[in-house]
């Protein structure tokens, strides 16, 4: 403990504000930021019924994920206060036909698990 | 007088690190298969490696002896080309949930919009780029007709994600040298936002290729065009790590050199070894995951790069410049430790 303290004086003594971001010769950058873990589930309202294949997107970015055949999907992002999802059923007619949904997630801490239960038309 | 306070601050500094040795950077070597046959390779890898993929759950195993892990702990995915494993977003996935964050070094060629939008999902968090010249020298190099348009689509993936630490790194050697502005000019039209160079050091295959090596004017030429486009801020462009360059020190780099190979990198090589960077001499491995424990190993080994004084010898022991530069980076010595490969401050000043 006591070494570290040093470490950080000599830090500061030094002016190199960036000795702690470093990246090996031939490796990657280094990530420094803070990223969230959301999980869960698609239902069908009517049955409760998992639903496989809802394409599941993070509007203000380009990830996006598919429900597998448990109706699970879980992704990391981008920490952020909010996330606006959307639930979309793009296989056609293969797992059931879904309406779209719309949502906002607030999370609390940063892991969220949450369901989303999808109507027929 | 205020460099040289700084200066001695600075190699105060790299003593405590060493003394500490924090564990912030663990290179795997999850595959030495290969889906290029590059000529400047320094890990001579192949399409048809004989070495199988190390199984994710013995990576695993060593990850989890490390315990606590520093905030920061970063697992790069290397290889070979960490691309080829099917089940590479996997791997990224459950090292992040065992408490590490992860980055991948790849060529590029299967990086597509599918495999980007998996990898962020995996919980990538950092990313390099290889790109090794404009489409012909890339390509010569890469020994891969369209190496350099599917590295272009690469690029354009990853410098759009908010998610990722992205750069990119050129391997700068006497083919492409001349065409080191033409690649910026390239890098900023293509919105890139950090830029790395190294040059070729002759281990692995490169060492089939003395013709690639830089010349000392060369080499000049290069410090200066970084140094140059460094006041610029038109990009985070920086000399890697690789060896220490005297009087360019503060002007091509944020920090001054400090190889941190065994002080804060360590590696699980694909054969379960434990060292340090993966492009250092295998001679210097201090242990396996299937024998030992590798936090275990991390913590009471390791001394060889802990204490380099052994690398005052050969060309380095006389040098005036040592208590700065330490022997170069590791991955110079072979394991006789007779004399450093590289001197880099020697090609700078051939007589100094």
């Known amino acids: 403990m006591k070494s570290k303290w040093i470490r950080n004086i000599l830090r500061g003594l030094s002016v190199t504000s960036m000795v702690f971001i470093f990246q090996a010769c031939y490796g990657s950058p280094q990530d420094m930021k803070y990223d969230m873990f959301i999980e869960g589930l698609v239902k069908a309202s009517a049955t409760g019924e998992p639903i496989q294949g809802i394409k599941v997107s993070l509007t203000d970015t380009d990830q996006y994920e598919f429900t597998d055949e448990m109706g699970k999907f879980s992704f990391y992002t981008d920490l952020s206060g909010s996330y606006p999802i959307l639930f979309e059923d793009t296989d056609g007619g293969q797992n059931g036909v879904f309406m779209a949904v719309d949502t906002v997630l607030i999370p609390e801490n940063n892991s969220v698990y949450f369901e989303m239960l999808l109507d027929r038309p | ?352």
């Not at chain 2, 663990?26 to 399409?47: A, I, M, P, V, Y």
């Not at chain 2, 520093?70 to 459950?94: A, F, H, Y």
């Not at chain 2, 802990?306 to 110079?332: E, I, P, S």
Request: proline letters at 3%; hydrophobic letters at 35%; one cysteine or more.
């Open chain 2, 1 to 352: 007088m205020f460099g040289l306070f700084k200066n001695r601050i600075f190699r105060r500094f790299k003593k405590t690190e060493a003394s500490i040795h924090e564990l912030n950077y663990l290179f795997w070597e999850c595959t030495t298969r290969c889906n290029l046959n590059c000529l400047h390779c320094g890990s001579d890898c192949s399409k048809d490696s004989s070495t199988q993929d190390m199984p994710l759950s013995d990576f695993l195993l060593a990850l989890d002896t490390i315990e606590p892990k520093s905030e920061n702990l970063m697992v790069v995915l290397t290889g070979g080309e960490p691309l080829m494993r099917k089940d590479i977003e996997q791997c990224g996935r459950e090292i992040r949930k065992h408490g590490a964050r992860w980055g991948m070094v790849t060529n590029g060629y299967l990086y597509n919009q599918d495999k980007h939008n998996a990898l962020i999902n995996a919980g990538m968090g950092a990313l390099t780029i290889s790109l090794d010249g404009l489409e012909i020298n890339h390509n010569w190099l890469r020994n891969n007709n369209n190496s350099f348009a599917r590295t272009d689509s690469a690029i354009a993936l990853a410098r759009g994600s908010t998610r990722l630490n992205f750069d990119v790194v050129t391997c700068v050697n006497a083919r492409n040298i001349d065409e080191i502005p033409l690649i910026y000019n390239y890098l900023l039209s293509q919105s890139v936002k950090a830029w790395r160079l190294f040059t070729i050091v002759p281990i692995g295959r490169a060492a089939n290729s003395p013709d690639l090596v830089l010349t000392n004017q060369q080499f000049k030429y290069l410090l200066d065009f970084i140094s140059h486009t460094r006041k610029l801020k038109t990009i985070d462009i920086k000399f890697s790590c690789e060896g220490y360059v005297g009087p360019y020190e503060s002007k091509v780099r944020d920090t001054g050199f400090f190889c941190r190979a065994g002080i804060n990198i360590g590696s699980v090589l694909i054969d379960g070894s434990i060292s340090a960077c993966p492009n250092i001499d295998r001679s210097f491995v201090q242990g396996n995951i299937y024998t030992d424990n590798f936090f275990e190993v991390w913590n009471t080994k390791f001394q060889v790069f802990r204490d380099r004084k052994w690398t005052k010898t050969g060309r380095c022991a006389n040098c005036n410049q040592y208590a700065d530069c330490q022997g170069n980076g590791m991955h110079n010595w072979y394991g006789d430790k007779a004399n450093v490969l590289v001197c880099h401050n020697e090609k700078i000043n051939p007589a100094g």
